[in-house]
């Protein structure tokens, strides 16, 4: 996951299945009974929050575009979420398989279709409109 500048406990993304550089990806996430969200949401009937299935699938579709070499450097922000819809909830155990498509791109900003599976069961889809930034300056950061 070198290529995203995520990082734990904020990468969301454990393993990438299939790549098409600027076209499509499918990458996993296996939700652990441990990830930290699950101490506050919701004790005693854990259920991921559809915010980071959202992160989840921004993640995946993060590495199709950064994988094009012409974007090496660059960082995807979020955009805007549209047609956002949580259809069954996810679970600790659950592996969540995160399949994003890239409809768009044209000066930096870019169109992505998302879906979350478990297993063949849809449990959210969005769509995901990102703009592509120069990555901050080391010192710029400290």
């Known amino acids: ?10 990468l ?13 990806v499918v990458a996993v996430k296996n ?3 441990n990830e930290p969200v699950f101490q506050g949401h919701y004790p005693g009937n854990p259920i991921f929050p559809g ?3 959202l992160e989840a699938m921004a993640q995946a ?9 012409e ?12 047609d956002a819809r949580f259809r069954r909830p996810v679970l600790p155990g659950d592996q969540l398989r995160l399949e994003v498509e ?16 478990v297993g ?17 300056r080391e010192e710029a950061v400290r």
Do not use: C, N, W
């Not at 890239?102 to 979350?116: D, I």
């Open 1 to 10: 996951m070198e290529i995203i500048p995520h990082r734990h406990p904020f």
């Open 12 to 24: 969301l993304i454990d393993r990438v299945l299939e790549l098409e550089p600027g076209r499509r």
């Open 31 to 33: 939700v652990s009974v």
């Open 51 to 53: 915010v980071l299935i």
């Open 61 to 69: 579709g993060a590495v199709a575009v950064l994988s094009q070499p």
């Open 71 to 82: 974007f090496a450097g660059k960082v995807p922000l979020f955009a805007g979420i549209d």
């Open 102 to 117: 890239l409809v768009a791109m044209r000066r930096g900003l870019g169109v992505g279709k998302g879906a979350a599976y």
């Open 120 to 136: 063949d069961e849809l449990k959210a889809e969005a769509t995901l409109k990102f703009a592509l930034v120069d990555a901050p």
